[in-house]
């Protein structure tokens, strides 16, 4: 017994993986270029956004993102975020509830579909939505003569920013529930359960932290939105210019510490977000290995 023990060890030893083998030196190595290139890519950038915001001290800095349409385009931006964010997690949830639980046809086209804002550029699907709600599109002239305003107006912006931020709530929990399988809803069901009870009992418990891992990967994505945004957004100041397109507006216009200092407050706003995406992430890996 003591041999076939030996064995099955030294075979398990043959068996790991090459990396957990590596010499010290070669560890050090590689820890040291990744984090030289943490630091040229991210870090750098980052501390270079608040040198610059605070170049020319604090009245400046405050002078800037207290200008009203500074203001206005972080309301703007955060209205966006709040509109867009809830219904991609109604869509997300349920696409990826109907297509791990149930056998459908059309779901491969569904799942191509969930997938097709990662393959089309932005500012593309910025353009299909001027043919579609300009004032010479398809659908334009019929808004127009009934008041509605869609493109160079909030709904607009709204709607491209839903078109390029809707797969990443999806994309997180169809694999996961995939990896959970349906037996849990299948016990629920032999025990009497039936549709939404199923879904907030059993499903919704099971994918909470992924849910709140693809909703804040949305968020960031929806704040910091600038292709598809700009083509719908007319770049009216003070009415449909979110963050980014107002940073850009006053680096164009040689305000570079103006822009730097609005720049420091989408930053701060991704931080905010990557600190929280960090705690659900630990949460969700927790969750996965139960």
């Given at each position: 017994m003591a041999g076939a023990v030996t064995t099955v060890t030294e075979l398990s030893a043959d068996k790991r993986p090459k990396h957990l083998d590596e010499s010290?030196?070669?560890r050090i190595v590689l820890i040291a270029i990744a984090l030289l290139f943490v630091g040229?890519?991210?870090v750098l950038p980052m501390i270079t956004v608040i040198a610059q915001a605070f170049k020319k001290g604090w009245e400046a800095y405050a002078s800037a993102i207290s200008d009203p349409d500074a203001i206005s385009a972080l309301k703007l931006t955060l209205i966006t975020a709040l509109v867009a964010v809830p219904l991609n997690t109604l869509f997300g949830a349920a696409a990826a509830w109907a297509i791990t639980k149930f056998k459908f046809?059309?779901?491969n086209l569904l799942i191509t579909l969930i997938d097709l804002p990662f393959a089309v550029s932005p500012v593309i699907s910025g353009l299909v939505y001027i043919l579609l709600?300009?004032?010479?599109?398809?659908?334009g002239p019929w808004l127009i003569d009934h008041g509605y305003k869609v493109v160079f107006a909030t709904p607009g912006i709204i709607l491209a920013t839903m078109f390029v931020t809707f797969?990443?709530?999806a994309r997180e929990l169809i694999p996961l529930m995939e990896t959970q399988g349906a037996q849990d809803e299948e016990a629920a069901v032999s025990l009497g359960a039936k549709g939404w009870r199923i879904f907030f009992k059993v499903t919704l418990p099971n994918i909470k932290w992924g849910l709140l891992y693809g909703v804040i990967l949305c968020n960031a994505r929806a704040m910091g939105e600038f292709g598809a945004v700009s083509v719908v957004s007319g770049?009216?100041?003070?009415?449909t210019n979110t963050l980014p397109l107002h940073i850009e507006i006053l680096y164009n216009e040689y305000q570079y510490t103006a822009s730097f200092a609005v720049a420091s407050l989408l930053m701060l706003l991704a931080v905010v977000t990557l600190v929280i995406k960090g705690l659900i992430e630990g949460n969700l890996i927790r969750s996965r290995h139960k």
């Amino acid at each position: 017994m003591a041999g076939a023990v030996t064995t099955v060890t030294e075979l398990s030893a043959d068996k790991r993986p090459k990396h957990l083998d590596e010499s010290r030196g070669v560890r050090i190595v590689l820890i040291a270029i990744a984090l030289l290139f943490v630091g040229l890519v991210v870090v750098l950038p980052m501390i270079t956004v608040i040198a610059q915001a605070f170049k020319k001290g604090w009245e400046a800095y405050a002078s800037a993102i207290s200008d009203p349409d500074a203001i206005s385009a972080l309301k703007l931006t955060l209205i966006t975020a709040l509109v867009a964010v809830p219904l991609n997690t109604l869509f997300g949830a349920a696409a990826a509830w109907a297509i791990t639980k149930f056998k459908f046809r059309g779901k491969n086209l569904l799942i191509t579909l969930i997938d097709l804002p990662f393959a089309v550029s932005p500012v593309i699907s910025g353009l299909v939505y001027i043919l579609l709600f300009g004032a010479q599109g398809l659908l334009g002239p019929w808004l127009i003569d009934h008041g509605y305003k869609v493109v160079f107006a909030t709904p607009g912006i709204i709607l491209a920013t839903m078109f390029v931020t809707f797969p990443f709530v999806a994309r997180e929990l169809i694999p996961l529930m995939e990896t959970q399988g349906a037996q849990d809803e299948e016990a629920a069901v032999s025990l009497g359960a039936k549709g939404w009870r199923i879904f907030f009992k059993v499903t919704l418990p099971n994918i909470k932290w992924g849910l709140l891992y693809g909703v804040i990967l949305c968020n960031a994505r929806a704040m910091g939105e600038f292709g598809a945004v700009s083509v719908v957004s007319g770049h009216i100041r003070g009415e449909t210019n979110t963050l980014p397109l107002h940073i850009e507006i006053l680096y164009n216009e040689y305000q570079y510490t103006a822009s730097f200092a609005v720049a420091s407050l989408l930053m701060l706003l991704a931080v905010v977000t990557l600190v929280i995406k960090g705690l659900i992430e630990g949460n969700l890996i927790r969750s996965r290995h139960k």
